[in-house]
């Protein structure tokens, strides 16, 4: 057989479609391309109308890594970007912690309370649900909105952090951002200050005590004195005690500093051991080695035989010498420690972690502060030892009052020296910087920064077309149905011919549009018919052995009865004797179509009531005949299986050159493959975009059963609109121009 190429135009077939094949399928759904399009594009337009104005506010700061001591630093510079980086990263994730966005809501609530115009606030003080009245937002869901509003970055390259702040309204956004800014500076600043904070506090506390126990003193020793004491003291036992308190305070100072020291190292080793248990226990072993131990006793040793000296001293005796002297040993000592502490520092803080090098710097510092005081509160201790061994010698007459006047000057100088140490922690507080600066303060911005109401109707519109072809592609993708003869070819079904959709054929039940050939001989699917005839007839080499021909289909509403009658029709118009048999007996339509009545009928020969002469109708079409079904009966399938049938098939073949059979969908009932075996050959219907793959798959597997004869198939209602123009390119336009 030649017709296995359907293209009888020499017009090159190909698998693949092309980009006019795509542009035609759009065509095709352009109704629904331009509602999606529309709809989008609405969207859009209204959202970029009545969306708020948005304004945005920055400001800029410089955050500092902490500078260290040499140790610390890198041997080559250029390789510290890394840990600043990291540093900055760090400092980033504080900015956005809970705990400083609390902080700015608590100061913005107190700008809100402190404002007399309420509504530059938009985003804190919002307008309820229901009612005209607007709501000061909690502290909770202030740092929750803050979340969303407030953006952080660092910019690349550089220690400089930018906060953007959002709001509808622009002096709220330039407030947020720079309460965010001065928040930040101040937990930076007290994170900073922390210990000193402490030590500071602690002095203060001890200050305070010590003025009272002063007071008290003093009131003891006036009580005494106005009782009739004993009112003065000879010389050397004021000297005495003069010098048996200044050691006292000195001794509690030095208590007092070691009790502060004791605690901000506590609050250290804590942190290091979150983060490294094993380099807190080694650090603290290594700081307590022998020789350190050593040099610190021996500089305690040094300073305690200095403050004797001066505490002898005795008119016309110049001790300088001797002082710088000391001076100079205590020196020599400290250089030898500070050199001993480097070579400690250095060799911990090169196998330390980064983030842990700093925090070991502080520890190995307040661990030799700690273990020099502990030397000197021992040695002190030894020195009011012997001083007290010499004032319980005193008198019995001036004991009483000498232990009240060496309370209360030891109490004296014991305050002044804590209240000494107290404002050199004062100051050390305040002198300690943090490391953020504020380089740039936030503005009230003169413009919104968002919505771009220009960029939204586009986004929109591109988006709306992007939907809209990918509904258009993605609606053919999933498309089960059979559309091109392609289709039907990649299941080695040879397609005859294609039939293109006929207008109005589905709207309008006018029998004209069914039989096309004789009411419209020169249109479009006439011409696909009389193609379809001419396939027919050269489908077989011995055109004798193909006379009686079965026209069926995969499902109900495919066109069969349409093809079988115009396909009748053509072999007419051809001078070929047809007979078209009406052989769905289920649904019967012929006898509407050419205008006749259904009775007497096929049915009606078979059971033997009427000959076959009173049951063939002549048509407006001279050379064709029709047979309608006749009495409807309850068992078609066995009167379409019986020998009457087959005498009736054997007389038709003898009486005309062609026999079209109209049978039933032959997936829905069995008439046909009963048919099918007692005919010439079967041609099956496919409608395009409505027969599903394996639908038609079931009725080709039917149809080949029990070796049944296939022809082919025709591809009914073929479109060429959604991108398949090719197989009509020259055919349709021949036949259009031959129309007009």
Known sequence: ?????????????????????????????????????????????????????????????????????????????????????????????????????????????????????????????????????????????????????????????????????????????????????????????????????FVKNFLDKQRKEKRQELNDAEEILRSYQERGGIIALDQQAQTLIQQLSQFEAQKSATKIELMASDEVLRQYKEELKKQDPRLAEYLESATSETYIKALQDEISQLQINKDLALAKVEPGIDITAKVKEYDKKIRDLKHKLDEKVKVLKAGILASSPEEVKALSQKIIEEEIKNGSLRTSLTGLAEVVKKYEEKFNKLPKTSLDLARFQRNRESLEKLYTLVEERFQEAVINEQSQPGNVLIIDDARVPNAPAKPNRVLIVIVGFILGTGLAFGYVFVKNYFDNTIKTPEDIEKKNVNVLAWIPRIDNMETNVSNKFDFIVANKPDSIPAEAFRSLRTRVQFSRPDKESLKIILITSSTPQEGKTTVAINLAGSF?????????????????????????????????????????????????????????????????????????????????????????????????????????????????????????????????????????????????????????????KYHYYYASKRES
């Open 572 to 728: 007419a118009l051809s001078n070929k004797k047809t007979l078209i048999v009406d052989c769905d007996l289920r649904r019967p339509r012929l006898h509407q179509i050419l205008e006749r009545n259904k009775q007497p009928g096929l049915i009606d020969h078979l059971v033997g009531e009427f000959e076959l002469d009173q049951i063939i109708y002549p048509t407006k079409i001279e050379g064709l005949s029709i047979i309608t079904s006749g009495t409807i009966p309850p068992n078609p399938s066995e009167m379409l299986d019986s020998k009457q049938m087959e005498k009736f098939l054997a007389e038709v073949r003898n009486k005309f050159d062609y026999v079209i059979l109209d049978t039933p969908p032959i997936v829905a009932v069995t008439d046909t493959e009963i048919l099918a075996k007692k005919v010439d050959g079967t041609i099956i219907v496919v409608s395009a975009d409505t027969t599903e793959n394996d639908v038609f798959e079931r009725a080709i597997q039917l149809i080949k059963h029990d070796n049944s004869v296939l022809i082919g198939s025709v591809l009914n209602n073929f479109n060429n609109k959604p991108g398949y123009g090719r197989y009509y």
């Open 1 to 197: 057989m030649q017709n296995n190429n359907f293209n009888d135009y020499d017009i090159e077939n190909s698998n693949q479609n092309t980009f006019k094949d795509y542009i035609l399928l759009i065509r095709n759904n352009l109704k629904s391309v331009i509602i999606i399009i529309s709809i989008s594009f609405a969207i859009a337009l209204i959202y970029a109308i009545t969306a708020k104005n948005i304004y945005k506010a920055q400001t800029e700061l410089k955050v500092s890594k902490p500078g260290g001591n040499i140790l610390q630093s890198p041997l080559v510079p250029e390789f510290s970007d890394f840990g600043s980086d990291r540093f900055i990263a760090n400092e980033i994730e504080i900015l956005k912690s809970y705990n400083l966005r609390e902080r700015v809501a608590k100061a913005l609530i107190d700008s809100f309370d402190n404002s007399r115009n309420k509504e530059k606030f938009s985003l804190i003080y919002q307008q309820k649900f229901s009612g005209p009245t607007n709501k000061l937002l909690s502290i909770p869901q202030i740092a929750a909105l803050l979340k969303n509003t407030v953006s952080i970055e660092q910019k690349r390259g550089l220690d400089i952090v930018d906060i953007s702040a959002e709001s509808p309204s622009p002096t709220e956004a330039a407030l947020i951002a720079n309460i965010y800014a001065k928040q930040y500076r101040y937990f930076n600043l007290e994170i900073n200050r922390d210990q000193l904070t």
